[in-house]
Every structure is written in C-alpha cells, then in structure tokens.
C-alpha cells in the first residue's frame, strides 16, 4: 500500500476514534442477528414502574409546596457550588477508574477515563436500566486493550471499592457523632468493609490481570482507590451541608457523615431511575433520626441528585464538544 494510502486510513481510524458521542461510537452488539432478552425488558418496565410507585410514595408523604419553598430558599450561589462540587467527585472517581484501569493493562488517558466517567455518570442518572453507564463504561474500555474478562473485573473493582469507601466514611462519622450508631453497628460496619475489600481482591486475582509498567500492587492500589472515593464521598457530606446551609435548621457535621452516605447507599441500588425515589425516601427516614423534616430532607435529596445529573451534562456536553471539535481537524 502506498504512503498516501496509508495516511488516509491513519486520518480515518482517528476520526472514528474521535467521533465519540455520550460514551464512545457506541455499544457493539454481540452479534448482528442477536435479539434482545424478554427478561431485559422486564427489568426495565418494573424499573421504570418502580420509579413511579417512589415518586408517588414521596410526594404522598409531604406537602409540596413545603418542599417547593425549601428549594426558593437555595440561592444561585449554592446551585453553582453544589454542582462544581460535584464535577469534582466525578473526576476524583474518574481519577479512580483511571488508576484500576492502569494496574489491569489499559492504555488509557486520564483525559479519556474523564470522558468515559462523565458518559457513565450521565446515563446512571437517567436511563432506566441497571447500572447503565457503568456497564458501558466498562464495555467501551475494552478498546484500550483490555479483554472483556479483564474489564469486567475492573468494573467489578471500581464498583466494589466504591461501596466500601461509603462503611469508611460512617465509620469516621461514629468517632465524631457515637450517639447515632450503636457498637453492634460499629462490628458490623467494619465486617462489612473488610468482607467488600477482601471480595475485590479476590476478584481482582482471578481476573486477567496484566500488571502495567509501573508495578501496581493490588494492596496499594486499594489504598490508593480507598482513599479517593472517601475523599469523593466527603465532597458528597459537603453537598448536603452547603444544601442546609440556606435552610433554617441545623444538622451537625457527625450526623452527616453518619447519615448521608447511608442515603447515597440507598440510591446506588438499581430499582428505580438514577436512584431518584429511593435517595427521597432514604433521606426522609435516616434525617429523621435527627429530628430533621421530611420536607427538608426531600429538597436536599432531590437537589443532590439534581446537581449531579446537571455537573454530569456539563462534563459530558465538554468532550463531545471537544472531540467533534478535533474531528474537524481531519477533515
């Protein structure tokens, strides 16, 4: 093949590298004939039934307009914080994913984890099927060298690290608020951390694991992932004590690490859409503890998730921009 011909595949294999939209090109299917599960479609109408029966179920427990005036009292300025906030876990979480996906073999930019972690975020938040944009996230790291075995296990890794990072977290918050936890729960708390670190390496040592140049170790890097998501989930408590700040009550600190991540537990399970219901329904029991109203706990809830899918669009709509604007570069 001749010089000329072989740039111009170079120029296509790039534009098609680059012409990425939420996630990447997009899913590839198994196969062409393959034909989608019944079983699929089920999940996702008894998910999105779900999601009804929640919002209903909230909405019959408060008085709207209670919470309406709850959310006129936000001011502009703690919208822009609590959603700036919230770009920062995504990328302390992509930062995360970047370091699994690294010590698995990938050759992966932290600029392209970011791209992938935003896509993700943004489909968690909207689409009714289980842990959406994760699963794509790891079926689209694939093309960064990685088997679907390997990926797979990174997704298992990065997605098991995370929900013992939130025990941590309460943990910490038992030392600062002891009244709102008793011993037993202390036990079963680091029972329950231990057994999800023990679980992911596990997990981590029968997957394909291709050590990358730098010589991770897998007990490093739990430390390192550890240690990223606690400082994501702190970010979190942050969200909900700015949120409560423009409110007149007063919730203190140990309650919130104690209280809060009991919440973002709540709404990482896969029965609803973007855990939108369940993370209302959660904060209204766990806030109640500390004498805090449902009104209240709703607006917070609500406006967490709100900020959220809102830092997640702008990320996503930030390197859609950027790679549409360096595939015209090729034209």
Request: proline share 3%; glycine share 8%; charged share 10%.
């Amino acid at each position: 093949m001749c010089t000329s011909c072989m740039s111009e595949d170079q120029k296509n294999s790039k534009k098609r590298q680059l012409g990425l939209s939420l996630f990447g090109s997009g899913l590839p299917t198994a196969s062409a004939n393959a034909k989608p599960k019944s079983s699929t479609h089920w999940r996702t109408v008894l998910r999105l039934v779900a999601f009804l029966a929640l919002v209903v179920c909230v909405l019959s427990i408060v008085d709207t307009s209670q919470v309406q005036s709850h959310l006129a009292q936000m001011s502009a300025y703690t919208l822009a914080v609590m959603t700036a906030l919230h770009l920062v876990i995504i990328l302390l979480t992509s930062w995360r994913f970047a370091r699994i996906t690294h010590a698995a073999g990938a050759a992966i930019s932290l600029q392209d984890a970011n791209r992938l972690t935003f896509g993700a975020t943004l489909a968690n938040m909207l689409f009714p099927t289980s842990l959406a944009g994760d699963v794509g996230r790891v079926w689209l790291v694939r093309r960064y060298g990685l088997s679907l075995k390997s990926a797979v296990t990174v997704g298992v890794f990065d997605r098991v690290i995370g929900l013992a990072s939130l025990g941590s977290v309460v943990l910490i918050g038992t030392f600062i608020a002891p009244q709102l936890i008793p011993l037993w729960g202390v036990f079963l708390l680091c029972a329950m951390c231990s057994g999800l670190v023990v679980f992911s390496l596990v997990r981590w040592r029968r997957g394909e694991r291709v050590l990358s140049a730098n010589g991770s170790r897998p007990k490093a890097l739990v430390s390192e992932a550890i240690a990223l998501s606690v400082a994501a989930h702190l970010v979190s408590i942050g969200i909900a004590f700015i949120f409560l700040q423009d409110q007149p009550v007063s919730v203190s600190i140990g309650a919130l690490f104690v209280l809060f991540p009991a919440v973002l537990l709540a709404a990482s399970v896969p029965v609803s859409v973007g855990g939108w219901g369940t993370r209302e329904l959660a904060a209204i029991g766990a806030f109640a503890t500390v004498g805090l109203g449902a009104s209240t706990a709703i607006a917070m809830a609500f406006m967490f998730g709100v900020t959220q899918t809102i830092a997640a669009g702008l990320g996503t709509a930030f390197f859609v921009l950027q790679s549409r604007r360096k595939e015209k570069q090729y034209d």
